[in-house]
């Protein structure tokens, strides 16, 4: 399908779990069409995720879409379309050092994601401490590269761009309190939950990365100003776009402080919330004019 013409074209930063994809990770035809019919329109979707590059591509050929899109909440941006890193943002080996020593210091082990192109892994993990089944089971399903190790805060992290802990809701409570209290404004903590089996993924970053950070590098690439971005998400680590987005739309299952942030609520994705969104937009554009996000 070829793609319009437009005067105004916008970008959509929309995140992967919880909105591209159903409750049962699926993307659904109403979706999929959805996706090709903004794109027909002239627009750029770039998908904004946590995954990294290889735990995304199937998501990426289910959709049918591929161009830039922002990995790992930021600390990438890649070319789905060649596979090409663009942009890499990785963690001070010292800090992801201190992160895990608190981390393990804890009880709890400690994950590392690492380049796979420099180290031929994708995560570390520590040995020896409580790990969430639904960490086991996602990087089984997922097909990742994992190296375990006794003790991750006596790695050197040259090429760790993330550093994360798997745990119940009231653990990472626990464990986030420590972090914020330890590091502050040194590092960018968020959570993303896993409702489905109970667990919380505490992921902590270079303060500098964001899902906004990556999605801003994506919108000056293809010349997109910031009143033309909108942001669609369902977690706490999509706060940053959807704050800074000239519209930020939060799905009807997310998390309370997200909707708190959106300027608009619309349908979750267990009744394709996000595909009645872009339709409905897609047609107030055509009655109404490009001007209106």
Excluded at 26 to 49: L, N, S, Y
Aim: net charge negative; glycine share 8%.
């Amino acid at each position: 399908m070829g793609t319009a013409l437009v005067q105004e074209q916008y970008l959509f930063g929309i995140d992967l779990d919880g909105t591209l994809l159903s409750p049962r990770g699926k993307v659904t035809d109403r979706t999929r069409a959805a996706i090709e019919a903004v794109v027909a329109a002239g627009h750029k979707v770039c998908f904004a995720t946590g995954r990294n590059y290889t735990e995304a591509e199937l998501v990426f050929e289910a959709v049918g879409h591929r161009d830039l899109v922002t990995l790992v909440s930021g600390a990438i941006v890649a070319d789905a379309r060649t596979g090409e890193w663009l942009v890499r943002s990785a963690m001070h080996p010292s800090l992801a050092i201190e992160l895990c020593t608190v981390i393990e210091r804890m009880g709890f082990a400690a994950v590392a994601f690492e380049d796979r192109r420099a180290t031929g892994v994708d995560y570390l993990v520590s040995e020896d401490r409580a790990i969430h089944e639904s960490l086991n089971i996602w990087l089984e399903l997922s097909g990742q590269r994992v190296v375990r190790k006794p003790a991750l805060a006596k790695l050197d992290h040259q090429h760790t761009l993330r550093v994360s802990t798997v745990s119940t809701y009231e653990e990472a409570d626990a464990i986030r309190r420590v972090i914020e209290k330890e590091f502050g404004d040194r590092i960018y903590v968020h959570g993303v939950r896993v409702v489905s089996d109970g667990a919380e993924i505490l992921e902590m970053f270079d303060p500098a990365v964001n899902k906004w950070q990556g999605l801003s590098w994506v919108a000056n690439k293809h010349g997109i100003p910031q009143e033309r971005i909108i942001a669609i998400g369902d977690d706490t680590n999509d706060l940053p776009m959807l704050k800074n987005a000239a519209l930020g739309c939060a799905m009807g299952q997310a998390r309370d402080e997200v909707k708190q942030v959106a300027n608009r609520v619309i349908g979750s994705n267990a009744v394709d919330g996000l595909a009645v969104f872009l339709e409905e937009w897609l047609a107030q554009q055509d009655k109404l004019g490009p001007a209106l996000v």
